[in-house]
């Protein structure tokens, strides 16, 4: 292929068209694409003008095409004027006159700031709007002997702005079971009647929708005109999202004979309460005779309709014998971003967590190692959640963002330490930081397949950290192979690699790999760790619930633990939707 003139138009505008071989169908279309490109550098007059077909050289070897490009002159910008756009949206789309004066002629930069333009109108009520060139002249360049910037022809014009008809929006149209009140999902999805029509905001109404773990769309959302209001149908089914799971045992109580000790796990997740999208999870859990947890969560969105949504939590834990953690706190969200790639929310929050040492007995070990203490730490911080993926319940590609990080005050009182010098070494009041993160990203190997990668982990700071002060990880949902909350730390990293292989909409069986690293260091005692564990397991799904099954070994300093089936752990867990 070669041009004729303009230095063979560098060549062909830099698109670098390949040798072939083609078909006569590959030829036509490396053609089209080839003058595009030249039209888009500028060369607005390109054109193919001639093809010859050179025989092969022996009976076996391709016929070659010799194409002959006419390149002509190449344009630029004389002036390209604002016409009847208004100033305050030139600034907001970028143009500036100067931009288009004087200037070599590039398609892509027209389209770019047309594209804005449209934007700005699809998202402020005109959805038809239409950009273009108006007064449009060309002029055959510099006569004075000194070469313009594009040297070849110009063209000056104008924009012109055509806005079509102003639509609003009026109502949702909605078919199937959808038991979500038409009030909250219009202030959920910011489509309220007689507003403004978006296009911004459908496409993120959508993406909104299909992020709901209680409605299921079944067909995707259609958008209807009529005359001058604007139409959203929705088509969509109820998901069993709430969830129940538990277990309950009566043992003989060996502390306190002739009675007997309740034991177990209560899970319950309610979504969706009275059909507005709040959110209540309550969590119990005594598995050892002196320990328990309790959870208490409850999400409050879009209130006093608006944007905001507002969490409030409660937790207890008390540790054996040793000491009793209390927190509570509040959050409010705020969604960020356009919603067509992703879903964010900001969030600020507070929180207050306090420990009262029940252990107050003094030994031997109490003179070196201060393990315990009766604190209290108020925190206030700032936090932000993204997730991208294809479908919450059945993930093969996008990402799982969460981060957060609070600064306050502690208060310590070591009211357990009988020895002084101990108790004056430490610093009553002070700063404390910390801030967790974690980040999954889902890869699609295949039709059914996906590949996770996932890194999740903390920091704490502070000049008098305690065991009751740390994080705590292990377990099903953390670090497989090792015993529910076994470690403490105040800095972790976890790396996952898992494998999954889909059978079913949820149901999937899975390899994996977890590998930690942590550390910690309280008065008196330092420790860390690289602890690894890895298996295999199942996900399966039934009508009424979903149960989750992994075999997994796990090798690691603290507590000592080997790669051996006298060591493997067992994680199951089953949750009942309905």
């Given at each position: 292929?070669?041009?004729?003139?303009?230095?063979?138009?560098?060549?062909?505008?830099?698109?670098?068209?390949?040798?072939?071989?083609?078909?006569?169908?590959?030829?036509?279309?490396?053609?089209?694409?080839?003058?595009?490109?030249?039209?888009?550098?500028?060369?607005?007059?390109?054109?193919?003008?001639?093809?010859?077909?050179?025989?092969?050289?022996?009976?076996?070897?391709?016929?070659?095409?010799?194409?002959?490009?006419?390149?002509?002159?190449?344009?630029?910008?004389?002036?390209?004027?604002?016409?009847?756009l208004a100033e305050a949206l030139a600034r907001q789309s970028g143009y500036r006159e100067k931009y288009?004066?004087?200037?070599?002629?590039?398609?892509?930069?027209?389209?770019?700031?047309?594209?804005?333009?449209?934007?700005?109108?699809?998202?402020?009520?005109?959805?038809?709007?239409?950009?273009?060139?108006?007064?449009?002249?060309?002029?055959?360049?510099?006569?004075?002997?000194?070469?313009?910037?594009?040297?070849?022809?110009?063209?000056?014009?104008?924009?012109?702005?055509?806005?079509?008809?102003?639509?609003?929006?009026?109502?949702?149209?909605?078919?199937?079971?959808?038991?979500?009140?038409?009030?909250?999902?219009?202030?959920?999805?910011?489509?309220?009647?007689?507003?403004?029509?978006?296009?911004?905001?459908?496409?993120?109404?959508?993406?909104?929708?299909?992020?709901?773990?209680?409605?299921?769309?079944?067909?995707?959302?259609?958008?209807?005109?009529?005359?001058?209001?604007?139409?959203?149908?929705?088509?969509?089914?109820?998901?069993?999202?709430?969830?129940?799971?538990?277990?309950?045992?009566?043992?003989?109580?060996?502390?306190?004979?002739?009675?007997?000790?309740?034991?177990?796990?209560?899970?319950?997740?309610?979504?969706?309460?009275?059909?507005?999208?709040?959110?209540?999870?309550?969590?119990?859990?005594?598995?050892?005779?002196?320990?328990?947890?309790?959870?208490?969560?409850?999400?409050?969105?879009?209130?006093?309709?608006?944007?905001?949504?507002?969490?409030?939590?409660?937790?207890?834990?008390?540790?054996?014998?040793?000491?009793?953690?209390?927190?509570?706190?509040?959050?409010?969200?705020?969604?960020?971003?356009?919603?067509?790639?992703?879903?964010?929310?900001?969030?600020?929050?507070?929180?207050?967590?306090?420990?009262?040492?029940?252990?107050?007995?003094?030994?031997?070990?109490?003179?070196?190692?201060?393990?315990?203490?009766?604190?209290?730490?108020?925190?206030?911080?700032?936090?932000?959640?993204?997730?991208?993926?294809?479908?919450?319940?059945?993930?093969?590609?996008?990402?799982?963002?969460?981060?957060?990080?609070?600064?306050?005050?502690?208060?310590?009182?070591?009211?357990?330490?009988?020895?002084?010098?101990?108790?004056?070494?430490?610093?009553?009041?002070?700063?404390?930081?910390?801030?967790?993160?974690?980040?999954?990203?889902?890869?699609?190997?295949?039709?059914?397949?996906?590949?996770?990668?996932?890194?999740?982990?903390?920091?704490?700071?502070?000049?008098?950290?305690?065991?009751?002060?740390?994080?705590?990880?292990?377990?099903?949902?953390?670090?497989?192979?090792?015993?529910?909350?076994?470690?403490?730390?105040?800095?972790?990293?976890?790396?996952?690699?898992?494998?999954?292989?889909?059978?079913?909409?949820?149901?999937?069986?899975?390899?994996?790999?977890?590998?930690?690293?942590?550390?910690?260091?309280?008065?008196?005692?330092?420790?860390?760790?690289?602890?690894?564990?890895?298996?295999?397991?199942?996900?399966?799904?039934?009508?009424?619930?979903?149960?989750?099954?992994?075999?997994?070994?796990?090798?690691?300093?603290?507590?000592?633990?080997?790669?051996?089936?006298?060591?493997?752990?067992?994680?199951?867990?089953?949750?009942?939707?309905?």
């Open positions: 292929m070669y041009a004729a003139d303009e230095a063979s138009a560098q060549p062909l505008a830099q698109g670098k068209v390949s040798s072939g071989p083609y078909d006569s169908l590959g030829l036509h279309t490396a053609l089209q694409q080839a003058v595009v490109r030249l039209q888009g550098a500028g060369y607005l007059l390109a054109a193919t003008d001639s093809l010859r077909m050179v025989p092969a050289k022996t009976d076996a070897g391709p016929v070659e095409a010799v194409v002959g490009v006419t390149v002509g002159p190449r344009f630029g910008w004389l002036a390209l004027r604002p016409g009847n288009f004066r004087q200037r070599p002629f590039r398609y892509s930069e027209f389209v770019d700031l047309a594209q804005a333009i449209l934007q700005f109108y699809e998202n402020n009520g005109f959805p038809f709007a239409s950009v273009g060139l108006d007064s449009l002249r060309f002029s055959p360049g510099s006569t004075n002997g000194k070469k313009p910037a594009w040297e070849g022809a110009g063209l000056s014009a104008s924009l012109k702005i055509e806005k079509g008809t102003y639509i609003r929006f009026d109502s949702l149209m909605i078919e199937g079971e959808i038991n979500i009140k038409p009030s909250f999902l219009r202030n959920l999805l910011r489509l309220e009647r007689d507003q403004p029509f978006s296009q911004l905001r459908i496409a993120e109404a959508e993406r909104i929708l299909r992020s709901l773990p209680y409605l299921q769309l079944t067909r995707p959302p259609e958008l209807i005109f009529r005359n001058d209001r604007a139409y959203l149908h929705l088509w969509g089914a109820p998901v069993r999202a709430s969830q129940f799971d538990g277990i309950v045992g009566l043992l003989p109580n060996q502390e306190k004979p002739n009675q007997v000790l309740i034991t177990g796990q209560i899970n319950i997740r309610l979504q969706n309460l009275f059909s507005s999208g709040k959110y209540l999870h309550v969590e119990w859990q005594r598995l050892r005779t002196n320990s328990q947890l309790f959870n208490a969560e409850y999400e409050h969105p879009n209130l006093l309709n608006t944007r905001i949504s507002v969490e409030g939590k409660f937790n207890l834990l008390r540790e054996d014998t040793s000491f009793l953690n209390i927190s509570r706190g509040i959050r409010l969200f705020y969604p960020v971003g356009s919603g067509t790639r992703g879903m964010g929310r900001v969030n600020f929050f507070t929180r207050i967590n306090s420990t009262t040492v029940t252990d107050t007995t003094t030994g031997p070990r109490d003179q070196v190692v201060i393990r315990f203490a009766d604190t209290r730490f108020t925190a206030y911080g700032l936090g932000y959640d993204f997730s991208s993926v294809d479908n919450p319940f059945r993930p093969l590609r996008g990402w799982l963002i969460r981060w957060e990080a609070a600064a306050g005050n502690k208060q310590v009182r070591p009211r357990n330490l009988t020895n002084d010098s101990l108790r004056n070494s430490l610093n009553r009041n002070s700063a404390q930081i910390f801030s967790t993160a974690a980040v999954s990203h889902f890869l699609r190997t295949g039709k059914n397949t996906s590949l996770l990668l996932r890194a999740s982990g903390g920091l704490l700071f502070n000049d008098n950290l305690f065991l009751n002060d740390l994080f705590r990880f292990g377990g099903l949902t953390t670090l497989r192979g090792f015993n529910e909350n076994t470690f403490f730390a105040s800095r972790y990293l976890i790396g996952t690699v898992e494998y999954r292989l889909y059978f079913e909409q949820v149901s999937y069986l899975f390899a994996f790999v977890d590998q930690g690293l942590w550390g910690y260091r309280i008065p008196g005692q330092s420790r860390s760790d690289s602890p690894l564990g890895w298996g295999v397991g199942m996900n399966l799904g039934f009508k009424g619930g979903i149960f989750t099954f992994a075999y997994a070994l796990g090798r690691g300093t603290f507590p000592q633990q080997s790669f051996s089936i006298n060591q493997s752990k067992v994680h199951f867990g089953y949750v009942n939707r309905f």
